[in-house]
C-alpha cells in the first residue's frame, strides 16, 4: 500500500481561508476599513481580486485598479505612489490585527488533517501575505485550537512574495526539506497556485472556504444547493487555471485527496 509519506515530506499551508477564517473575511474587511478611513471606498470585489499576496503588494495592486486609483486621488488630492503605499499600510495594521484575530477560528477539520499527516511523519510549514505582526494574534488562538505548524513564514520576510516561491524556499530551508517536487502547497488563493507551481510544489487549491467563494459558514450553509455547487464550481475552474494540480473544497478533504494522488502515483 503507497501511504503519503512515500510521496510527500511537507504540507505548505496559507492561513485565511485555507486553515483559519472561512470565507478569507478578515483582510478583505480591514483593507476596506483602512481606506474608508482614508476616505477612499473600495468595494469587496475589488479588494478580493490580489488576495493572498503580501499586503503591501496588495494594496499597490489596488492602486493598479483605475476606479480606486481616481477614488484616492479625489480623496487625498495626490497620486497613488509609493507614499500612498505606506499610509495604507500604516492605516492597516490595526484593523488587520484585530480582525485577523477576530477570525482566527480553524476552519473544520483544520487540526484533524494536520495531526493525520503528522502521524505519517510530514512536516508542516505555513506562508501568508501577513506580516509578523498581524500574525501574532492568529498563531496563539490556532495554537490554542491545536495547530503550530513547524514553521512560519510572514510577508516581507523573504525578498519576494508571492506569486514568487521565496517564502515556500524560506519554509523548505527553515525544515530541511528538498526536493520540492516531495512538497504540497495547499492555498486558496490563484496567486498562491502560482506560487507553488513555481516553487514545483504539488500544487492543491481549496475551492470552498477561502477567497474564491468569500463566505462565512454560515452564509455559504444558508444558500441552496445549486447556488453552493454553481460557486464551487466557479471556483475550482479559477484555481485549476491559475496553476492548481488538485482542488479540494476544504482543507477537510486533503489527506484523502493526498491518498488518492499517491495511489495514481503507485499505479
Not at 60 to 79: K, M, S
Not at 195 to 218: I, P, Y
Amino acid at each position: 500500500m503507497t501511504r503519503i509519506r512515500d510521496c510527500f515530506d511537507m504540507v505548505v499551508f496559507d492561513w485565511a481561508g485555507t486553515m483559519v477564517d472561512f470565507g478569507s473575511r478578515a483582510p478583505v474587511l480591514a483593507l476596506i476599513e483602512a481606506f474608508a478611513g482614508l476616505g477612499v471606498t473600495v468595494e469587496e470585489a475589488e479588494a478580493r481580486k490580489d488576495m493572498g499576496r503580501a499586503k503591501a503588494d496588495h494594496v499597490r495592486a489596488l492602486f493598479e485598479q483605475a476606479e480606486v486609483a481616481q477614488a484616492w486621488r479625489t480623496a487625498q488630492g495626490g497620486e497613488p505612489d509609493a507614499a500612498a503605499v505606506d499610509k495604507v499600510m500604516a492605516a492597516l495594521e490595526a484593523p488587520m490585527i484585530r480582525l485577523a484575530h477576530e477570525t482566527a477560528a480553524l476552519i473544520p477539520g483544520a487540526a484533524d488533517t494536520v495531526a493525520w499527516l503528522r502521524v505519517e511523519g510530514l512536516k508542516i510549514g505555513s506562508c501568508t501575505g501577513y506580516t509578523r505582526a498581524m500574525m501574532q494574534a492568529v498563531l496563539s488562538r490556532a495554537a490554542q485550537q491545536g495547530y503550530a505548524p513547524d514553521t512560519v513564514v510572514c510577508a516581507h520576510e523573504t525578498p519576494q512574495g508571492r506569486p514568487s516561491p521565496q517564502m515556500i524556499y524560506k519554509a523548505c530551508l527553515d525544515l530541511d526539506v528538498w526536493p520540492l517536487s516531495r512538497v504540497v502547497k495547499v492555498d486558496d488563493a490563484e496567486v498562491g497556485m502560482a506560487e507553488g507551481r513555481n516553487a514545483g510544489c504539488f500544487t492543491v487549491g481549496v475551492a470552498v472556504s477561502g477567497n474564491m467563494v468569500g463566505l462565512t459558514e454560515q452564509a455559504l450553509a444558508a444558500l441552496p444547493p445549486e447556488a453552493r455547487a454553481s460557486l464551487r464550481a466557479e471556483a475550482s475552474e479559477r484555481l485549476y487555471a491559475a496553476g492548481a494540480d488538485l482542488v479540494i473544497d476544504t482543507v477537510a478533504d486533503l489527506v484523502p485527496a493526498l491518498e488518492a494522488e499517491a495511489a495514481r502515483r503507485a499505479a
